[in-house]
């Protein structure tokens, strides 16, 4: 009865996340004499989120956090006969709990991560190294690893090169043959030897150069799984599962590409797979028209695969039925899902689908509430206000740090590639600039000192840092679609309105390192949308780079966002053709290293933009009404209150 009972419920459970049917038919019950069914359990790209809590916004949320996953893995141990438990990577980095320890406490011989705790505390049978695992140098890596209770596998990071990667000395053990027992669909036991082997692209050595050249190189991930793979047959496995910290890509085969589970997939002797890097959900409709990719059964080249979203969001499940035949076991058919850990309502609400294991909050206690102190605490200072009170009229402090920060990590990327020694311009907006967000709804971080809390509100978005190569007509289109957040403006009139309403804040992208001025009197070269409205028209004069004049064919390095590269606002020059990086880190990760870097940022604005001067011309326009305490230090602008807006907005005058 009380089986029923939980079977019930657990349907019923299962219906209303939408869930697949395989996680209602345990396979164990369908197993034969020589039959037995593993489920093998994948997390991925935990980046330390094991609390469920967002320490930027310095709140609880539930769609985060391995304590969360945890309870599917209960779940899932409670009523599997055999089960095993690997993380894919990239747990070492990504949010406050991760800073906290590499940048604060710091990292002695012996001591314990706390998410290595919370892995500990759940009981991994193995993990595998991921891109981030190297943002904090090989030492910290060292110290981190040596607490784990669980082995880790990377096969393609090497400190000395062989002949072929099976006779390269690797940073870490390459592959893991881990002997375990399967209890058979009659309840005998067998042993059973499941080799695990682990991959990180390759481009670590660009993204962490500064930790790794001279130390490790990388090999290609396919070229190295076809060599170890028959070795790790010959060695006794049984079954192989190849730990792939790379995305679900092209099935072409390139040298050295980044996201290679497909081409990985068709390696001979590969069981099956786990896959991240791409902070997505395998299977899912995401993958529907990938080559060799089955998006609904969860199979890669025929081969079963998952990817268990990001931060703890799902676990990946992969159901294998292996038969005994001649002593070896084959897998003869599998089923793979997801469970996710919360849903989102049609009203965007979020609901939990379950609750935290109690073990692993315990286990990094003392962790989670350092580092609530450090996000409330200072870390850096400011030696002026970060506001963005103005940020749609003026060269703006709260734009000029995402600015300032973004160039200075690409400059570190462009070193040693076919671009270093190109012009780096720097494109940043206001995201947070009232609009329908109302008259709070502006960044205001006063003179002093910077938390990392604060730096949610310098960046709103978990985008990550792109660099696009673009023409000098491109920089001058690019701000010419900047542009259309300002109506036309009729000269030697007064007091005419100076924003576009329908035009959204984020899509005016300043671009630093150039100086340009913007002619209101000229109508706008396109429409809100990006799509054509006067295509002779010219607001942006007086383009310049170094105080020479931009020219049609020079070339720039710009320095963006995913969202922006890839087209989004529709941007001359950012339609995703135009991308030469696509960096691993948030935005808002740079701009924190870069604050606790400097220590004191300097985010002064340079008046690199202005409104070219009209004669006997002003403009007005609404913004917060605490505008007021900093409308003396505007730069490149004579501004002055005017009065009440609407709905508790505030007026200011802007003599053009
Ligand atoms: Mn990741
Ligand atoms: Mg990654």
Do not use: C
């Amino acid at each position: 009865m009380t089986h029923y009972g939980t079977e019930m419920s657990r349907r019923l459970f299962l219906a209303s996340t939408g869930a697949t049917l395989a996680a209602l038919h345990p396979f164990s019950a369908r197993a034969q004499a020589g039959q037995a069914h593993l489920r093998i359990m994948e997390t991925t790209d935990l980046h330390v989120h094991v609390w469920p809590y967002d320490y930027y916004g310095d709140r609880p949320v539930d769609t985060v956090g391995l304590a969360r996953t945890a309870a599917h893995i209960a779940d899932i141990r409670a009523e599997a006969t055999n089960s095993m438990l690997i993380d894919n990577g990239d747990f070492l980095q990504g949010n406050p709990m991760g800073d906290y320890i590499a940048y604060e406490r710091g990292m002695k011989a012996g001591d314990l991560h706390p998410v290595i705790a919370a892995m500990n505390a759940v009981g991994f049978d193995a993990s595998t190294l991921g891109n981030h695992e190297f943002n904090y140098g090989l030492d910290f890596l060292e110290k981190t690893l040596a607490r784990a209770e669980f082995p880790v596998v990377s096969a393609n990071v090497v400190k000395e090169r062989g002949s072929d990667p099976t006779k390269d000395t690797t940073l870490i053990k390459p592959y893991i043959i881990l002997d375990r027992e399967l209890t058979d669909g009659t309840g005998q036991t067998h042993p059973i030897r499941v080799g695990l082997i682990g991959f990180v692209p390759p481009q670590i050595m660009l993204w962490d150069r500064r930790h790794l050249e001279g130390n490790v190189t990388t090999r290609d991930i396919v070229e190295t799984a076809r060599a170890y793979v028959p070795e790790m047959r010959e060695a006794g496995a049984d079954i192989i599962i190849a730990l792939s910290h790379s995305g679900i890509g092209s099935a072409d085969e390139t040298e050295g590409l980044e996201n290679a589970s497909v081409p990985l997939a068709a390696v001979d002797g590969i069981d099956a797979l786990l896959t991240g890097h791409s902070h997505l959900v395998f299977p899912s409709p995401t993958y529907a028209d990938y080559a060799a990719v089955d998006a609904e059964k969860g199979l890669i080249h025929g081969k079963p695969a998952t990817m268990g979203g990001f931060w703890g969001s799902h676990l990946g499940v992969i159901d294998l039925m292996l038969e005994r035949e001649g002593g070896e076991w084959r897998v003869v058919t599998s089923a793979v899902e997801t469970r996710p850990i919360s849903k989102r309502n049609e009203d965007r609400s979020v609901t939990a689908l379950v609750e935290s294991e109690q073990s692993v909050l315990d286990a990094t206690q003392a962790d989670h509430e350092a580092t609530l102190d450090y996000v409330r605490r200072a870390v850096g200072k400011t030696a002026a206000p970060l506001h963005s009170y103005f940020a749609l009229v003026a060269d703006d402090p709260s734009v000029q740090i995402v600015s300032i920060a973004q160039k200075w990590y690409i400059a570190e990327m462009m070193k040693g590639t076919e671009y270093e020694g190109l012009p780096i311009l720097s494109a940043a907006a206001p995201f947070k600039a009232g609009g329908r967000g109302g008259p709070d709804y502006y960044t205001d971080v006063p003179a002093g000192d910077v938390a990392i809390k604060n730096v949610a509100d310098l960046y709103l978005y978990p985008n990550t840092v792109r660099a696009v190569k673009v023409t000098g007509a491109q920089v001058k289109d690019w701000l010419e679609r900047s542009a259309g957040m300002f109506n036309q403006v009729t000269p030697g009139t007064q007091d005419q309105p100076l924003l576009n309403g329908e035009f959204p804040s984020y899509n005016f992208d300043v671009i630093d390192g150039v100086t340009y001025q913007i002619d209101l009197s000229q109508p706008s070269k396109y429409d809100p949308k990006g799509g054509p409205l006067n295509p002779d028209a010219n607001r942006i004069v007086n383009l310049a780079y170094n105080g020479q004049p931009v020219t049609d064919d020079m070339e720039f390095v710009i320095a963006t966002n995913n969202y922006r590269a890839s087209g989004g606002g529709a941007f001359p020059g950012a339609d995703g053709s135009t991308t030469i990086f696509e960096a691993p880190d948030t935005n808002r990760d740079v701009i924190v290293r870069y604050i606790v870097e400097q220590g004191t940022i300097e985010p002064a604005a340079d008046a690199n933009w202005s409104f070219a001067p009209l004669a006997d011309t002003s403009v007005v326009f609404e913004t917060g009404p605490k505008a007021a305490d900093y409308v003396d230090q505007v730069k490149g602008a004579v501004i002055e209150p005017a009065g009440d807006g609407a709905d508790g907005f505030a007026l200011f005058r802007l003599k053009l």
